[in-house]
T-cell receptor, first 110, second 116 residues
């Protein structure tokens, strides 16, 4: 069956360190993968999109990798700050719609 | 540009009633998608409209329906409400062009629906 999985447990990171979140999928062949941030009670906010032929994408302190052989994407936040605390969702395309992971809650401790 | 707006923000309904939610996309965006979000199920795709045509539909019963107007504004309707319909309903617009596959989505704040 098709699955997209993110760490269900919260990730606690010390301020200033690099946070790494994982998104694994099975039985999909996405052309691209996206990462979003969601704060409580709000809609998700688009962060980054990476295509299947791209290995890495960067935006300020954010970095995304996409390994289509491992069927995995890693999302990194360097020099993390308490304001980065949120739930991070990955989404991939399937038949012209987005399929979403359940999200990983990231907590950055001062 | 103004962001995606959704009305109302909060709604309390009784089982058996029906509800209509509204979404205004970002100006120029012709694609509008609707999602249901619950703590247990995460983001579940309801349907997507592009230029007034429904192009995709998720695995939801026929009680969930939607439409899009010529100005790209969209509405979704849920009839015969059930307790399990209590959720955050999110609308997202996209700068997707017809035939294009790659797109990011811009979400509204959502409508929190509570069914009692």
């Amino acid at each position: 069956s098709q699955k997209i999985e993110q760490n269900s447990e919260a990730l606690n990171i010390q301020e200033g360190k690099t946070a790494t979140l994982t998104c694994n999928y099975t039985n999909y062949s996405p052309a691209y993968l996206q990462w979003y941030r969601q704060d409580p009670g709000r809609g998700p906010v688009f962060l980054l999109l990476i295509r299947e032929n791209e290995k890495e994408k960067r935006k300020e302190r954010l970095k995304v990798t996409f390994d289509t052989t491992l069927k995995q994407s890693l999302f990194h936040i360097t020099a993390s700050q308490p304001a980065d605390s949120a739930t991070y969702l990955c989404a991939l395309d399937s038949n012209y719609q987005l399929i979403w992971g359940a999200g990983t809650k990231l907590i950055i401790k001062p | 540009k103004a962001g995606v707006t959704q009305t109302p923000r909060y709604l309390i309904k009784t089982r058996g009633q029906q509800v209509t939610l509204s979404c205004s996309p970002i100006s120029g965006h012709r694609s509008v998608s609707w999602y249901q979000q619950t703590p247990g199920q995460g983001l579940q795709f309801l349907f997507e409209y592009f230029s007034e045509t429904q192009r995709n539909k998720g695995n939801f019963p026929g009680r969930f329906s939607g439409r899009q107007f010529s100005n790209s504004r969209s509405e979704m309707n849920v009839s015969t409400l059930e307790l399990g319909d209590s959720a955050l309903y999110l609308c997202a617009s996209s700068p997707l062009e017809r035939g294009a596959k790659v797109y990011e989505q811009y979400f509204g704040p959502g409508t929190r629906l509570t069914v009692t």
